[in-house]
C-alpha cells in the first residue's frame, strides 16, 4: 500500500492559477496540463523520495519533481506516510514561496 498524497491549499490554488492562465489561449490545454500535474502528484504514493530536495531551502523532508516546466514541491512525512504538494510552480516565476502555514 502506498503513502497518501495530500495537495495543499496554496498547491490547489497554484493549479487553479496555472488552469485560469492556460485556459485562455487554449481550454483543451489548460486541461490536459492540470490532470498532468494531479496525476504526476499522485506517483509520488509509490514513490515518496524519488525527487530532488528543494535546492533553496535544502531541507531533506522538502523535495521536488519537475514536470514540463512546472515544479511539484512537496513535504515527505515519514511519520504518517505522507506526502503533502504545498506548491506546483512554474519555473519561470523565480523563487517558490512556501507558505508558513504549512512548515513544519
Not at 491549499?9 to 487554449?26: G, K, T
Not at 528543494?54 to 531541507?59: N, S, T
Not at 512546472?70 to 506546483?88: A, D, H, N, P, S
Request: include cysteine; proline fraction near 6%.
Amino acid at each position: 500500500m502506498g503513502w497518501k498524497v495530500i495537495i495543499a491549499p496554496s498547491a490547489r490554488a497554484d493549479l487553479e492559477s496555472i488552469v485560469r492562465f492556460i485556459a485562455r489561449q487554449n481550454s483543451d490545454a489548460a486541461s490536459r496540463v492540470g490532470y498532468e500535474l494531479i496525476v504526476r502528484s499522485e506517483r509520488l504514493a509509490a514513490f515518496p523520495e524519488m525527487g530532488r530536495i528543494v535546492p533553496e531551502f535544502q531541507r531533506a523532508d522538502l523535495r521536488e519533481i519537475v514536470h514540463r516546466s512546472y515544479r511539484i514541491i512537496y513535504r515527505v512525512k515519514t511519520e504518517g506516510q505522507c506526502v503533502e504538494v504545498v506548491r506546483l510552480w512554474h519555473g519561470a516565476r523565480g523563487f517558490p514561496q512556501v507558505p508558513r502555514g504549512e512548515e513544519p
